[in-house]
């Protein structure tokens, strides 16, 4: 939410946390007091001028759902779980900021490295594609030759989860 | 003594750009008398796809244990991303009946159930809980006197508390006391729990950057010769990338950067070369004239 901008009524989902609750990581997001001890501590916070974990759950309790799943910010959250281990409501912020990304690349919302760290999985298991140099220079240093991965596996399992779908949604 | 075998998690970034903590961990832990089994055969942890679905996170590293199980034995990772990824799900899906019973709906698909038998630990877990100090201790044949190292624990390493139970992440000790094993001195700085930033690299750069510059900052006023770290990307973070920040931000650091194994491979009289220290991106050429 920029600076400045007022809040809109109509944009408001009063359900949207209950929405929220229900998922697993995001079941304490109601109980949020807003006492800020996430945001003091946060190391993103520190050098960023739009990520605060506090106005983040703020916006979710009050329903800004299409605020918050276009915005640019949540995938901020460099997932270092300090606001988690220090929050004395045991919120678990950063299981709401995964929540909300989890939701926001359903709408296709997805910064492009997602994209690309998914779909070197489906092609390779891995999430780097790494260059056939590198696998002999491996061995060359005395190292055990990487095992390939069951792409079979790995392909039926992101199928079966809808999670292929996600990636290939939105396009390339 | 119970026995020290484990199946090696090597994970993806390891092998893509991070072959030195690879090659020093396998030396120093043969030396110790630890036995890494290699995995037949795995994929990445999940840790990457928890943004985008977070069972699509647990069903990468659910079939990954399942291998494990099958091979009798724990994991045990040399990337703390991949430890507390791998952690997480292990727990979840032990304690969520209800999870488990769905993520097992989708594993029958390719012939897995998780059963939930076995554990997950990264290898400093390892050093500390089941090889212990006075252990490492005695593998230590020339001891680092006089050399100043600041540690750097990481955030996966220590958190979530609740999911990691290792250590006290407000005032982490163990890898500090690792790093007094050797011999060398652990010196304290400013912000030492702070996150590298690396896991936002992909969408915005300049804020690991600068928690990156702030860090090597607090490790020069502490007048330390080397940082220890024990991860691939907050080794990218300080290593690879400090000749850019030096660039970007118009200060020299010339901070060597080592993957513990490599600091604990010295002190055991293991060769620069045995330990790939050629691979680090800041020579660590004056820290090797200060140990000899």
């Not at chain 1, 995938?75 to 929050?87: E, G």
């Not at chain 2, 840790?47 to 724990?74: D, F, H, K, T, W």
């Not at chain 2, 290593?239 to 920040?245: C, F, H, K, S, V």
Request: a positive charge; one cysteine or more; aromatic letters at 6%.
């Amino acid at each position: 939410m920029a600076e400045g901008t007022g809040i809109q009524i109509s944009e408001l989902d009063p359900k949207f946390k209950y929405e929220l609750r229900k998922v697993h990581g995001a079941e304490k997001i109601t109980i949020c007091f807003q006492c800020g001890t996430c945001t003091a501590g946060c190391p993103i916070a520190r050098f960023s001028d739009v990520y605060r974990p506090r106005r983040i759950l703020r916006m979710a309790q009050l329903g800004l759902r299409s605020r918050l799943l276009s915005s640019e910010f949540i995938w901020l959250c460099a997932s270092c779980f300090t606001c988690v281990d220090r929050c004395p409501q045991d919120v678990d912020i950063a299981g709401i900021l995964r929540t909300l990304k989890n939701l926001a690349a359903e709408e296709g919302y997805l910064p492009p490295v997602y994209r690309e760290l998914a779909s070197n999985i489906m092609k390779t298991g891995l999430a780097y594609r790494i260059p056939e140099l590198r696998l002999k220079r491996r061995e060359q240093m005395g190292l055990p030759p990487l095992p390939k991965a069951n792409l079979e596996v790995v392909r039926r399992l992101t199928e079966v989860t809808g999670f292929s779908r996600l990636i290939q949604a939105g396009g390339e | 003594m119970s026995e020290l075998k484990y199946l090696l998690f090597l994970g993806c970034a390891i092998p893509y750009r991070v072959t030195s903590y690879e090659i020093s961990a396998r030396k120093v832990a043969q030396r110790l008398g630890i036995e890494f089994v290699d995995m037949p055969e795995y994929n990445c942890c999940g840790l990457p796809v928890e943004p985008i679905s977070y069972e699509g996170m647990l069903i990468l590293a659910a079939r990954n244990l399942c291998v494990a199980e099958q091979q009798e034995l724990n994991l045990v990772t040399l990337c703390p991303g991949c430890a507390s990824t791998l952690k997480k799900a292990n727990k979840t899906l032990k304690e969520d009946q209800k999870l488990r019973e769905k993520i097992n709906g989708y594993l029958k698909e390719v012939g897995l159930e998780f059963k939930g038998t076995i554990e997950v630990k990264h290898l400093v877990h390892v050093l500390v809980e089941d090889v212990g100090f006075e252990r490492i201790k005695e593998a230590v044949k020339k001891p680092l006197t006089g050399l100043k190292v600041a540690e750097h624990n990481g955030c996966h390493l220590l958190r979530p508390s609740k999911i990691i139970g290792f250590d006290d992440p407000e005032n982490p000790l163990m890898l500090k006391r690792l790093v007094e094993a050797t011999g060398a001195t652990a010196v304290d700085y400013m912000d030492k729990t702070q996150c590298c930033g690396a896991p936002i690299v992909g969408v915005n750069e300049k804020i690991p950057l600068q928690l990156a510059l702030d860090k090597l900052r607090n490790v020069r006023a502490a007048g330390a010769d080397a940082m220890v770290t024990v991860c691939p990307f907050c080794h990218m973070m300080f290593d690879m990338n400090q000749p850019r920040i030096e660039r970007m931000f118009n200060e020299k650091f010339g901070i060597p950067v080592l993957h513990y194994p490599q600091l604990l491979g010295l002190a055991m009289g293991l060769t620069p070369e045995e330990l790939a220290m050629r691979e680090l991106r800041v020579k660590p050429s004056r820290i090797l004239e200060l140990i000899k």
